[in-house]
């Protein structure tokens, strides 16, 4: 198993640090896919609470890491350890909070929790290797034998993600990683995850109907189906695990300079093995819904800092993996250099395209994540989707095709579900599929077909298993007039 960046953790009950908009974790993550060198001032949070942020990272030296609040006062800062290695310490209220140590290579190590008071460490947080996936190894001052913690496993469905978030929200940590921001479970927590799922799979399966059948719900609720609803789907944070780089490369030359990660010990492997079992039942049942999230909304970050600089500087060389000889392997990259850098949940994003004289993204271009995966391909406007261009989903799957306006799903286009793979053909308004169309199953079988009439009325046309279509007419805003049903085996022709 080869490494996996972490770029910060949190401890829940102590912590509560947004990871999707970290500035440390989107400064580290950068560097490790670039291999290049950033240095920035910034500064950032509200104007009655700004914080400024003094920053460098590169090959060979300790990160310089400073953040003052308002008054000058320090409250994160770097302090130099053995062996080129380098802690980063948090305050909080002027005492000691946390601090995360870091090898040489920039490799996040260690995250370590203190008692303000006494000045203890009471809490720790170590990465591991292991056949499940991430894990983490979990310590407390009360209790120092290690509790492993393993990642909570991916839920590809939407509407069953959004369920569960209701239903089960207990986790103990939160790390930034290659995989994303990933919540942490201990076993028994990963227990009651699995118990959790099958209920909420349960729970969706009996309200998931197949047809409109003596349903009087609004005709824009029906056509406006949540697996098309990408404004949700874009809060998620990017996850690029499977993602492949554009150009096949030697897998000796993708290894990073940085040395492995422990393996766990012995009795480590038992406590992960126990877990094992109830982490591939729930991974399985998870891998029934394949589709996943639409890749994250990319932004341009614009800070207020000394010269008003991008949070994330535009490298000198072409994003690539860290690689054993990071300068040569820029060198001898086919990777085109960036037109632009952008920085968006956490991730960054590099973009080949037209710029205006502001800089801002206009006319033609592709935006892609950091391991060469495209995230959107077509037509610009002053930094926003205006026009015609294509939307993809981290995995890969065309998300939608068609008009763009500011960033929105606006005229005519063909989305796909995140969920099931149907097809939406028609007009769309305010990101959503709204007027005339038609859905289609990803098998290609009609499900229904909208279409709007010359006197403000709509009449939808259900297509139900038998054979048999069911036509309902519904007023200008939406509601159900009337039905009827009739027979495709019996039209009179």
Known sequence: M????????????????????????GVRRSYFSTAAKIKDKLTRGSDAQPLFYDFSIEKGKPMKWQVKDAAGKVIQDVRLSDDGKYYIYFYEDSALFKRLLFSKHHTLLKAEYFDKKTGAVRHTLEPRKSQVGLCILYTTKSDPRPIPLFEEPEIGDGALLELMRREYD???????????????????????FREALEKCEKELADTREESFVGDDTPLLDKINAKDFNVKRNLSSSLD????????????????????????VSEAEALAISAVEEITQAVSAASATTPAEEPAAEEVTVKETGEADQTAVAEADTQPAEQTQEPEAAQEESSVP????????????????????????RSGYGRTMTELGRTAYEGRYLNDKRSGNGSYFYKNGMLCYTGDWLENVRHGVGVGVSSRDGSIHVGSWRNNKPDGSGVRLTAEGNIKFVCKELADGTTVLMNYLPDDTVLISKYDENGMKIGDTTISLKDLPI
């Open 170 to 192: 207990v986790y103990t940590a939160v790390a930034s990683s290659d995989s994303g921001v990933v919540r942490f479970l201990s076993e028994p927590q990963m227990a009651g």
């Open 240 to 263: 690029i695990t499977r993602a492949m780089e554009f150009g096949a490369h030697d897998a000796a030359e993708e290894s990073p300079a940085e040395p492995e990660l422990p393996a």
């Open 337 to 360: 250099k960036p037109d632009k850098m952008i920085m968006a949940d956490g991730a960054v994003y590099s973009y080949y395209g037209e710029l205006d004289a502001q800089g801002n």
């Open 2 to 25: 080869s490494i996996q960046y972490f770029y910060n953790f949190c401890l829940r009950d102590v912590d509560s640090t947004d990871l999707s908009g970290d500035l440390l974790t």
